[in-house]
């Protein structure tokens, strides 16, 4: 009995000390939270400051006692909530947030990138010669995502690589790669030039030296006696052309798995039936069609070269009509005493058909004539109702020299030419209706480049004098009668010559 009143009374003791130990066993709920941005991916250019404000939903509103990590590219950069960062460089920076509740150790994080990309991705590129050294400059336009103003930027190449570009300066040619989403993060720009380290590919996004062309051939040994004129980068093959008219290609078998400058020219000039002294690579209207042109002036003819993931190696066709050709049309496969003077791809839709237009001469009679080449089509053109043969107007009216200049504007029907005894007069010349049309006069300052902005409402022209002006060409102001300069800006030396640059691929180029 003694025993089960001392138990009793063992149990009261516990139970009054469990009453009266307040707080000495009081348990923590679990806090919970989760890490979100309203953007995955901020882009911005080098140099400008990015500000990163998580979204951040705390379990039961309790947002005490937790601190932050940012880190950017694996160091940390910040333990504020707010990250704040400067980009130094033109690349895209892996950013994660670690969120730790401190009470308990705990750590929720969430990742997203910042594209830091430099001002000239996009915009007009500009190549001249200034005291016997060839230069790069650029021509930013307003947009919403940078300043809203034109910029000018002067000798980049020399900027980004710490010497001089070469000398001779002679062309510009934009070209991106096909990856495995279409999109390529920055282009290249080719730029050719005769003198100094010649023909030189440099990074769209950066201006710095990737590679020199000479070097890209197999074994690093460009044939004899090469000299670069024009080249075209469709996305399963890519063409140079020397001066002497032979062609060499290099050909990418799965260019989703591969890169820029990832297979090398062939050395051995392109075998071609009846041989051939090309005198010019007429690119097609979309760089997603998987064809383009060349001008073989030895035989007067058009060369159809299909280049596509199912073959092993680029397939040359000489062009042709396979019906009867209506009065007046000169044969594209036999162009007798015509020669090319321009030809230009226009119209295009991606992966689909295209349309040409050539301006062709024998002596003082000069002719545009217009024809299709539909999706997959293997050397063979289409006529409809809207193509036709007929006396260049340009001509006939007096406006064109041999020093003139051409550039078709793709989505439209249009084709802007240089004249003048002086070649400082701009006209145009409408396809649909065969008529010319003077647009402005530069005074003297001859025209040496023109290339259209995208949208092709807008036309950069550069001057022999260094001067680069931005022309409204929009219908209305066709229409009105006179021009309407956009921006002008000087300084840049002789310009040999003036493209638009895209941001992305998949644009008209």
Known sequence: MKNVIYLSLLMMVGLFSCIKDEGNYKYEAIRDAKVSFETYTVNCFVHDEVKVEPKIRFGEGDSTDFSYEWRVDYE????????????????????????????????????????AA?????????????????????????????????????????????EDMGSEPVKLVQHFFWNATNYCKWSELLVIQNGGQGPVELNG????????????????????????????????????????????????????????????????????????????????????????????????????????????AEEYRELQYTGTYPAGFIPVNNLGDYELVYGAAYGGTMQGSTKYALILRDGDDWKVETFGIAANALGVITLDALDKCQTFSGKTDGYVTDRSIFRILRNRTYIFFSGGVNNDELYYYDLSTGKSYHYTSLNGRAIMAMHPAEGNKELGVGLEDGTFILFNVEDSVLKAGEPVVLYEQGGFGRIADVIYKYKLSGRDM
Request: charge should be negative.
């Open 205 to 312: 996004n950066t201006n710095e030296k990737e590679v020199l062309t000479r070097e890209e051939f197999v074994g690093g040994n460009p044939p004899e006696n090469f000299k670069l004129v024009s080249a075209f980068y469709p996305f399963y093959m890519n063409i140079v052309l020397s001066e002497d008219g032979k062609i060499y290609t290099r050909f990418f078998n799965d260019p989703k798995s591969m890169g820029y400058h990832s297979a090398a020219y062939n050395n051995v000039p392109v075998y071609i039936n009846k041989g051939y002294k090309i005198g010019q690579i007429i690119e097609t209207a979309h760089q997603y069609l998987k064809h383009f042109l060349l001008y073989d002036e030895l035989n007067g003819r058009l060369i159809h070269v299909r280049s596509a993931y199912y073959t092993t």
């Open 118 to 162: 430099t001002v000239y991705q996009s915009g007009f590129s500009i190549l001249y010669e200034e005291g016997g050294v060839s230069k790069l400059g650029h021509i930013n336009l307003p947009s919403v995502s940078q300043d809203e103003e034109y910029h000018a930027y002067y000798d980049l190449y020399r900027e980004a690589n710490g």
């Open 76 to 115: 940390v950069v910040s333990t504020e909530r707010v990250l704040e960062f400067t980009p130094e460089q033109a690349k895209t920076y892996a950013c994660r947030l670690a969120l730790k509740d401190n009470r308990n150790g705990k750590v929720y994080s969430g990742t997203m990138s910042i594209v």
